[in-house]
């Protein structure tokens, strides 16, 4: 199966960085120029590696679903801003709002529910190299970064 970019992809372009979710929500690719952002390609079957993780304490247990992708069984809405994605788990309602930028972009997430204890993670795969090599060394690339909340 060939991967590529299609008609019914959500594309966002944004100076040199361009953002392309499959129309599930999961990210096919982001690039920044011959900059492949992103290690994995995504696809319809399988979704992406990239997810943001709504997780519900429930019975002692922790219960984790995914809020983006076909995996996560949320409403895809797409405007000329970004792209919205909302769907309920385990009592909680939750919208995920992607909103793109030239070289960066932010995740929004709001959660409404009953009380329960919930948190959040967020899973970023990062290739940072040129296209090519990024895509013939996937194994072998790793980064590491820090990251701040914003409320």
């Known amino acids: 199966m060939k991967l590529s970019h299609s008609p019914g992809n959500i594309l966002f372009q944004k100076g040199n960085t361009q953002y392309i979710f499959f129309p599930t929500g999961d990210i096919y690719q982001f690039t920044d120029g011959n900059l492949l952002l992103n290690d ?8 992406s590696a990239n997810n ?3 997780r519900v304490e429930k019975d002692g247990r922790l219960l984790a679903h995914p809020m983006l ?9 797409r405007s000329v801003d970004g792209l919205r994605l909302e769907g309920t788990f385990e009592g909680v309602a939750y919208e995920v709002t992607f909103r793109p930028f030239e070289g960066l972009w932010f ?3 709001r959660l409404s ?3 329960q204890k919930v948190d959040v993670i967020y899973g970023q795969d990062l290739g940072l190299g040129d296209k090519g090599g990024v895509l013939t060394n996937e194994l072998y690339l790793a980064q590491y970064l820090g990251h701040t909340v914003f409320e």
């Open 69 to 77: 992708g076909i995996h996560s069984g949320s409403q895809v809405f």
């Open 107 to 109: 995740w929004d997430v």
């Open 113 to 115: 529910g009953q009380g």
């Open 52 to 54: 943001i993780w709504l």
């Open 40 to 47: 994995f390609i995504g696809s319809l079957k399988e979704g």
